[in-house]
Protein backbone atom coordinates (compact mmCIF):
# COMPACT_ATOMS: atom_id res chain seq x y z
CA UNK A 1 0.00 0.00 0.00
CA UNK A 2 1.71 3.43 -1.24
CA UNK A 3 1.89 5.91 1.67
CA UNK A 4 -0.53 8.70 1.88
CA UNK A 5 -0.24 12.59 2.96
CA UNK A 6 -2.13 14.85 4.53
CA UNK A 7 -1.79 18.70 3.48
CA UNK A 8 -1.27 20.73 6.26
CA UNK A 9 -3.06 24.50 6.27
CA UNK A 10 -4.94 23.81 2.84
CA UNK A 11 -8.32 22.87 3.36
CA UNK A 12 -9.19 22.75 -0.23
CA UNK A 13 -6.85 19.08 0.19
CA UNK A 14 -8.59 17.98 3.07
CA UNK A 15 -8.22 14.33 2.54
CA UNK A 16 -5.33 11.97 1.98
CA UNK A 17 -3.16 11.86 -1.44
CA UNK A 18 -0.77 9.36 -2.23
CA UNK A 19 2.63 10.98 -4.22
CA UNK A 20 0.96 10.86 -7.69
CA UNK A 21 -2.10 12.89 -6.33
CA UNK A 22 0.76 15.36 -5.08
CA UNK A 23 2.29 15.44 -8.32
CA UNK A 24 -0.88 15.83 -10.45
CA UNK A 25 -1.55 19.07 -8.27
CA UNK A 26 2.01 20.14 -9.12
CA UNK A 27 1.55 19.27 -12.59
CA UNK A 28 -1.81 21.36 -13.09
CA UNK A 29 -0.24 24.61 -10.75
CA UNK A 30 -2.71 23.67 -8.24
CA UNK A 31 -0.29 23.28 -5.65
CA UNK A 32 3.30 24.88 -4.47
CA UNK A 33 6.43 22.69 -4.03
CA UNK A 34 6.88 24.65 -0.69
CA UNK A 35 3.84 23.25 0.60
CA UNK A 36 3.73 21.18 4.18
CA UNK A 37 2.26 17.72 4.21
CA UNK A 38 2.28 14.99 7.14
CA UNK A 39 3.28 11.39 6.79
CA UNK A 40 0.52 9.06 7.81
CA UNK A 41 2.32 6.55 8.36
CA UNK A 42 5.31 7.97 10.12
CA UNK A 43 4.09 11.41 11.24
CA UNK A 44 7.19 12.87 9.56
CA UNK A 45 6.85 16.37 7.97
CA UNK A 46 7.94 16.36 4.61
CA UNK A 47 7.45 19.46 1.62
CA UNK A 48 5.68 18.42 -1.02
CA UNK A 49 9.15 19.19 -3.52
CA UNK A 50 11.33 16.85 -1.52
CA UNK A 51 8.57 13.91 -2.11
CA UNK A 52 7.79 14.44 -5.95
CA UNK A 53 11.69 15.52 -6.88
CA UNK A 54 12.79 12.96 -9.08
CA UNK A 55 8.96 11.82 -10.05
CA UNK A 56 8.06 11.75 -13.81
CA UNK A 57 4.44 11.38 -15.44
CA UNK A 58 3.36 7.95 -15.50
CA UNK A 59 1.43 6.14 -18.00
CA UNK A 60 -1.36 5.59 -15.51
CA UNK A 61 -3.55 8.41 -14.59
CA UNK A 62 -3.99 9.82 -11.34
CA UNK A 63 -7.21 9.28 -9.19
CA UNK A 64 -7.52 12.61 -9.24
CA UNK A 65 -7.72 12.46 -13.41
CA UNK A 66 -10.59 10.13 -13.15
CA UNK A 67 -14.13 11.38 -14.71
CA UNK A 68 -16.86 11.51 -12.06
CA UNK A 69 -18.70 8.60 -11.32
CA UNK A 70 -22.21 8.61 -13.17
CA UNK A 71 -25.15 6.14 -13.64
CA UNK A 72 -25.84 4.61 -16.85
CA UNK A 73 -29.08 3.72 -17.39
CA UNK A 74 -31.00 2.61 -20.54
CA UNK A 75 -30.96 5.52 -22.26
CA UNK A 76 -27.74 6.91 -21.42
CA UNK A 77 -24.91 7.40 -24.64
CA UNK A 78 -21.86 5.92 -23.91
CA UNK A 79 -19.06 8.18 -25.37
CA UNK A 80 -17.32 6.37 -27.97
CA UNK A 81 -13.81 5.64 -27.90
CA UNK A 82 -12.64 9.07 -30.02
CA UNK A 83 -14.02 10.55 -27.38
CA UNK A 84 -11.62 9.35 -24.28
CA UNK A 85 -8.58 9.37 -26.99
CA UNK A 86 -9.30 13.40 -27.36
CA UNK A 87 -9.31 13.72 -23.28
CA UNK A 88 -6.29 11.88 -23.21
CA UNK A 89 -4.63 14.00 -25.85
CA UNK A 90 -5.73 17.31 -24.21
CA UNK A 91 -4.26 15.94 -20.31
CA UNK A 92 -1.15 15.06 -22.30
CA UNK A 93 -0.19 19.15 -22.68
CA UNK A 94 -0.36 18.99 -18.81
CA UNK A 95 2.34 16.23 -18.52
CA UNK A 96 4.75 17.89 -21.21
CA UNK A 97 4.69 21.72 -19.33
CA UNK A 98 5.80 19.70 -16.24
CA UNK A 99 8.30 17.04 -18.23
CA UNK A 100 11.11 19.62 -18.01
CA UNK A 101 12.70 18.24 -14.55
CA UNK A 102 15.84 19.69 -15.44
CA UNK A 103 15.25 22.34 -13.03
CA UNK A 104 16.95 23.04 -10.15
CA UNK A 105 14.57 23.46 -6.81
CA UNK A 106 15.49 24.97 -3.33
CA UNK A 107 15.44 23.17 -0.39
CA UNK A 108 12.64 24.75 0.28
CA UNK A 109 10.91 23.69 -3.16
CA UNK A 110 11.30 27.02 -5.15
CA UNK A 111 12.39 26.91 -8.56
CA UNK A 112 15.95 28.33 -9.12
CA UNK A 113 15.50 31.25 -11.86
CA UNK A 114 19.99 31.79 -11.50
CA UNK A 115 22.60 30.54 -9.50
CA UNK A 116 26.09 31.74 -9.72
CA UNK A 117 29.26 32.31 -8.01
CA UNK A 118 31.74 34.81 -8.11
CA UNK A 119 33.80 34.66 -11.61
CA UNK A 120 37.26 33.22 -11.90
CA UNK A 121 38.45 36.83 -13.53
CA UNK A 122 37.24 38.46 -9.79
CA UNK A 123 40.13 37.21 -7.93
CA UNK A 124 42.84 39.16 -10.47
CA UNK A 125 45.61 39.58 -7.69
CA UNK A 126 45.38 35.97 -6.81
CA UNK A 127 45.32 34.29 -9.95
CA UNK A 128 48.49 37.26 -10.60
CA UNK A 129 50.25 35.86 -7.92
CA UNK A 130 49.47 32.33 -9.55
CA UNK A 131 51.08 32.78 -12.95
CA UNK A 132 54.24 34.59 -10.97
CA UNK A 133 54.64 31.34 -9.28
CA UNK A 134 54.44 29.11 -12.09
CA UNK A 135 57.04 31.14 -14.11
CA UNK A 136 59.59 31.20 -11.32
CA UNK A 137 58.96 27.63 -11.03
CA UNK A 138 60.05 27.79 -14.35
CA UNK A 139 62.84 29.03 -13.21
CA UNK A 140 64.27 27.32 -10.80
CA UNK A 141 63.66 23.63 -12.24
CA UNK A 142 66.54 24.49 -14.10
CA UNK A 143 68.79 25.98 -10.91
CA UNK A 144 67.21 24.49 -7.98
CA UNK A 145 64.84 21.42 -8.12
CA UNK A 146 63.47 21.82 -5.04
CA UNK A 147 62.89 25.53 -4.84
CA UNK A 148 61.00 24.67 -8.33
CA UNK A 149 58.98 22.21 -6.56
CA UNK A 150 58.36 24.66 -3.36
CA UNK A 151 56.86 27.13 -5.47
CA UNK A 152 54.86 24.59 -7.69
CA UNK A 153 53.75 23.53 -4.75
CA UNK A 154 52.91 27.45 -3.62
CA UNK A 155 51.02 28.00 -6.94
CA UNK A 156 48.41 24.66 -6.62
CA UNK A 157 47.56 26.27 -2.82
CA UNK A 158 46.62 29.07 -4.50
CA UNK A 159 44.62 28.11 -6.52
CA UNK A 160 43.03 25.76 -4.57
CA UNK A 161 42.26 28.61 -1.89
CA UNK A 162 41.29 30.49 -4.68
CA UNK A 163 38.53 27.40 -5.70
CA UNK A 164 37.29 27.01 -2.43
CA UNK A 165 36.70 31.01 -1.92
CA UNK A 166 34.70 30.38 -5.18
CA UNK A 167 31.84 27.75 -4.56
CA UNK A 168 31.85 29.02 -0.81
CA UNK A 169 29.98 32.02 -2.25
CA UNK A 170 26.43 31.42 -3.99
CA UNK A 171 24.32 33.63 -5.36
CA UNK A 172 20.54 32.34 -6.14
CA UNK A 173 17.31 34.48 -7.13
CA UNK A 174 13.86 32.96 -7.89
CA UNK A 175 10.47 33.83 -7.95
CA UNK A 176 10.45 34.88 -3.97
CA UNK A 177 13.37 35.92 -3.02
CA UNK A 178 17.49 37.10 -3.80
CA UNK A 179 20.01 34.92 -1.61
CA UNK A 180 23.54 35.29 -0.77
CA UNK A 181 25.13 32.53 0.58
CA UNK A 182 28.63 31.96 1.82
CA UNK A 183 30.76 29.54 4.34
CA UNK A 184 32.28 26.25 4.32
CA UNK A 185 31.88 24.02 6.97
CA UNK A 186 29.22 26.68 8.73
CA UNK A 187 27.03 28.27 5.51
CA UNK A 188 25.15 31.58 6.69
CA UNK A 189 23.48 33.49 4.70
CA UNK A 190 21.42 36.94 4.00
CA UNK A 191 18.74 37.18 1.33
CA UNK A 192 15.57 39.93 0.46
CA UNK A 193 12.26 39.13 -1.04
CA UNK A 194 11.02 40.27 -4.62
CA UNK A 195 8.74 42.40 -3.17
CA UNK A 196 10.53 44.34 -0.90
CA UNK A 197 13.57 45.53 -3.24
CA UNK A 198 13.52 48.93 -3.89
CA UNK A 199 16.67 49.52 -5.34
CA UNK A 200 19.03 48.03 -7.62
CA UNK A 201 22.34 48.81 -8.42
CA UNK A 202 25.11 47.83 -10.49
CA UNK A 203 28.43 48.88 -10.46
CA UNK A 204 31.07 47.72 -13.15
CA UNK A 205 34.65 49.65 -12.95
CA UNK A 206 38.22 49.55 -13.57
CA UNK A 207 40.11 46.17 -15.06
CA UNK A 208 36.97 43.94 -13.59
CA UNK A 209 34.64 45.91 -15.70
CA UNK A 210 36.90 45.39 -18.68
CA UNK A 211 36.19 41.46 -18.35
CA UNK A 212 32.71 41.35 -17.83
CA UNK A 213 32.32 41.52 -14.00
CA UNK A 214 29.69 43.43 -11.69
CA UNK A 215 28.71 43.76 -8.94
CA UNK A 216 24.92 44.22 -7.51
CA UNK A 217 23.58 45.80 -4.66
CA UNK A 218 19.84 45.29 -3.47
CA UNK A 219 18.56 47.84 -1.04
CA UNK A 220 14.62 47.28 0.47
CA UNK A 221 12.86 49.48 1.99
CA UNK A 222 13.33 47.90 5.62
CA UNK A 223 16.86 48.84 5.56
CA UNK A 224 18.77 51.91 4.65
CA UNK A 225 22.03 50.29 3.54
CA UNK A 226 23.19 47.19 1.11
CA UNK A 227 20.41 43.99 2.04
CA UNK A 228 21.92 41.70 -0.18
CA UNK A 229 25.28 41.65 -2.51
CA UNK A 230 26.63 39.60 -5.33
CA UNK A 231 29.81 40.53 -6.23
CA UNK A 232 32.28 40.16 -9.41
CA UNK A 233 29.34 38.06 -11.00
CA UNK A 234 29.15 38.15 -14.62
CA UNK A 235 25.71 39.05 -16.42
CA UNK A 236 25.15 41.87 -13.35
CA UNK A 237 23.23 43.64 -16.03
CA UNK A 238 20.97 41.00 -16.84
CA UNK A 239 20.20 39.43 -13.24
CA UNK A 240 19.33 42.84 -12.52
CA UNK A 241 16.59 42.58 -16.02
CA UNK A 242 15.50 39.39 -14.43
CA UNK A 243 14.61 40.71 -10.62
CA UNK A 244 13.06 44.13 -12.33
CA UNK A 245 10.72 41.83 -14.28
CA UNK A 246 9.65 39.51 -11.39
CA UNK A 247 8.92 42.72 -9.45
CA UNK A 248 6.95 43.18 -12.54
CA UNK A 249 5.25 40.12 -12.45
CA UNK A 250 6.11 39.69 -16.42
CA UNK A 251 7.07 36.18 -17.75
CA UNK A 252 10.43 34.76 -17.55
CA UNK A 253 12.76 32.06 -18.53
CA UNK A 254 14.50 29.34 -16.22
CA UNK A 255 18.47 30.23 -16.28
Not at 48 to 55: I, T
Not at 181 to 209: F, M, P, Q, T
Request: glycine share 8%; with cysteine; hydrophobic share 40%.
Amino acid sequence: MSARYILQQHPAFSDPLTKEDLYTLVARGSLARGEMCLDEATGLTHTVGELVSGMRPSSTQSRLNRPAYREIGPDTEIPDEVDETVEEEEAEPEDDGDDNDDRRYTPSGEVLLHHAHPSWLGYTKALFLVLLLLVAAGLLFVIQLEYAVIALLCASSTLIAIGISRYSHDYIVTRERVELIWGIIGRSSKEARICDIRSIDVYESGLKGLLGLGTIDFSTAANAGIEVQFKDMRQAHEVKDLVRKLQRGGPVTDD
